[in-house]
């Protein structure tokens, strides 16, 4: 089992930049392909992207290819969404999930992943 804990969501302006940070606490963080995804208030929870055990792929929503980036530390248990030029379309809850994988997995699903943070409000001010 594995423990997530987001952190960075907050309020910024259009154009601007956060930085959200996903701690995992518990089994061989390694193990885990891990991703992110976003809730706005009345709309289904939506993949944002997703990176594999090691680091070396990822995958990005086409909403937010170009200025969303995906990355994480093996050595901290911790995974990152930089994102830039923010839209007040990015408006959402984000959620950090983890699933155990292979390798080279990289899924979109929210319904493979079994372990969610519980969520870091972002707004984006027009």
């Known amino acids: 089992q594995v423990q997530l804990v987001e952190s960075g969501g907050g309020l910024v302006q259009a154009g601007g930049s956060l930085r959200l940070s996903c701690a995992a606490s518990g089994r061989i963080f390694s193990l885990y392909a891990m991703a992110w995804f976003r809730q706005a208030p009345g709309k289904e929870r939506q993949f944002v992207a997703c990176i594999n055990r090691s680091g070396a792929n990822t995958k990005h929503a086409d909403s937010v290819k170009g200025r969303f980036t995906i990355s994480r530390d093996n050595a901290k248990n911790t995974v990152s969404l930089q994102m830039n030029s923010l839209k007040p379309e990015d408006t959402a809850t984000y959620y950090c999930?983890?699933?155990?994988?292979?390798?080279?997995?990289?899924?979109?699903?929210?319904?493979?992943?079994?372990?969610w943070g519980q969520g870091t409000q972002v707004t984006v001010a027009s």
């Open positions: 999930a983890a699933v155990i994988s292979t390798m080279g997995a990289l899924p979109e699903d929210r319904r493979v992943y079994n372990y």
